[in-house]
């Protein structure tokens, strides 16, 4: 079978001036990377904001198989696909972790004939936005810990210090850590411990911040302790929103790519939707919705957690409106939700599919909830039937109305998916009645808990001590105005991976809340969720290598 880089490699790339001047973008705005990657000078994309808005189009998709269904590749399949049928449309994703790229679930580049490229460099260092992120963070980590070490003039309590230190990989042994150890010159011993960079609250912020100006009121705004009387320190208070803002200068500059087809990719920020609020950065989507008619976005894992943040999260932040949202179904996905075995999923069994059809119905009603108009992209896998994808477009049709169309654009590209795009460009002549799911003065667990029932069907939420008293604590300074991001399984409505189909009247169960008062946010971490992701039993990272050119092999 040919790999997705090998795929890739029968292309010859355009150089990328090339593919700024089909979007439209002047020379003088691209800060070249090479031949094939370039940032966009934020200037540039600030003169933007008087041109109209193209159509905001989601892709978004049921819960998935652990190896994933192929969302990034239907957004870019269908990106290219509105292109070949004669409308502007630009793509707009989020950039990869090393966290999947070496452990599991693999790259966020695309596959097959529908990809952005050069998938190498996107899916490792790219244009070192991550390690600039990650850079920031635990620049504040630094700066918190030297003020204390120097006499704590802010009078810090150490056991309520709240900021933790990152690292864009897959590492379980630092999700608890004792540090300071040995002499006082090391500092003072106490326990924290590492995220993954894309949980970090300043990749949110990034992706949520409108400008330079915005990014470093939103740095300051960063609680990472409390003082001893119990009030909040801000990465303001300890001087360090400056300096965070200098790393992060190119960094919040959007990145430029293409796609195999040669159309314009926006690749900027990356924050996962299981931990974190799953959507790529506002000026990236701002900025497509400006250069083209369509600009076609995703947002992280299923529905239940990249879709809901990004109506409840991002489009009320930002103020956009979507007008159409794409959801991607898999047979094999459905047939793990409807129990069967992982190693099983691509047999043709119409039983266990119509027991797995449940959960996208779930999903389409979610969505349907908001307001914008619907339609499923069945994502083709070898060995899928055609009497299977018709069981799973007329429940569609005779339950909710919604076309679901059969797309090829992995093995055919944008030929493979045209039929979904003439539907979404008629999607996009119906109203859209977008609105978020609930309100912002409602108190931060009624909020949690508008969610879990809504969305997941549970019958309430269950918040353990701790979590229960930050909460009030929040509310009592004045944050309760925030919206909630849920952490918990992307592979479950509820916060138990093997709990699958559509359950109903399950508990959710809250183990902490975090505030993210820079990002705009209270993140409630759900289940045994974890902030910090481990390497599975046998990582892709055992696969990668070079071969006696210097070529990455193994690299999906």
Known sequence: MTTDIEVARTVTLKKIGEIADKA????????????????????????????PDGHLILVTAINPTPPGEGKTTTTIGLGDALNRIGKRAVVALREPSLGPVFGRKGGATGGGRAQVAPMEA??????????????????????LDNHIYWGNALD???RAITWRRVADVNDRALRKITIGLGEGENGLPRETGFDITVASEVMAILCLADDLVDL??????????????????TAGDLQAAGAMAALLR??????????????????????????????????????????????????????????????????????LTPSAVVIVATLRALKYQGGA??????????????????????????????????????????????????????FCADKFGV????????????????????????????????????????????????????????????????????????????????????????????ADETLLGAPEGHILPVREVRLSAGAGFVVAICGNVMTMPGLPRAPSANLIHLDAHGRIEGLF
């Open 24 to 51: 439209g973008i002047p020379a003088e705005s691209v800060f070249t990377h090479g031949r094939h990657l370039a940032k966009l000078d934020l200037d540039y994309v600030e003169q933007l904001r008087g041109k």
């Open 122 to 143: 996107i899916n490792l260092h790219f244009t070192g936005d991550f390690h600039a992120i990650t850079a920031a963070h635990n620049l504040l980590a630094a700066m």
């Open 156 to 158: 810090i309590d150490l």
């Open 216 to 233: 470093q009121a939103r740095l300051a705004r960063i609680v990472v302790a409390r003082k001893r009387d119990g009030t909040p320190v």
């Open 250 to 319: 190119d960094a919040i500059q959007p990145n430029l790519v293409q796609t195999l087809e040669h159309n314009p990719v926006l690749v900027h920020g990356g924050p996962f939707a299981n931990i974190a609020h799953g959507c790529n950065s506002v000026i990236a989507t701002r900025t497509a919705m400006k250069l083209g008619d369509f600009a076609v976005t995703e947002a992280g894992f299923g529905a239940d957690l990249g879709a809901e943040k990004f109506f409840d999260i991002k489009c009320r932040s930002a103020g």
């Open 341 to 394: 075995p992982l190693k099983n999923v691509t047999e043709p069994n119409a039983e266990i599919l119509a027991r797995g059809l449940a959960s996208l119905g779930r999903h389409i009603e979610n969505m349907q909830r908001y307001g914008v108009p619907v339609v499923v992209g069945i994502n083709h896998f070898a060995g899928d039937t055609d009497a299977e994808h018709a069981q799973l477009a007329k």
């Open 403 to 494: 076309k679901a169309i059969v797309c090829r654009h992995w093995a055919k590209g944008s030929a493979g998916a045209e039929e979904l795009a003439h539907e979404v460009v008629a999607l996009t002549q119906k109203t859209s009645n977008f609105a978020p799911l609930y309100a912002l003065d409602l108190p931060l667990k009624d909020k949690i808990e508008t969610i879990a029932r809504s969305i997941y069907h549970a019958g309430g939420i269950a918040l353990s001590a701790r979590a229960e008293k930050d909460l009030a604590r929040f509310e009592r300074e004045g944050w309760n105005n925030l919206p909630v991001c849920i952490a918990k399984t992307p592979y479950s409505f509820s």
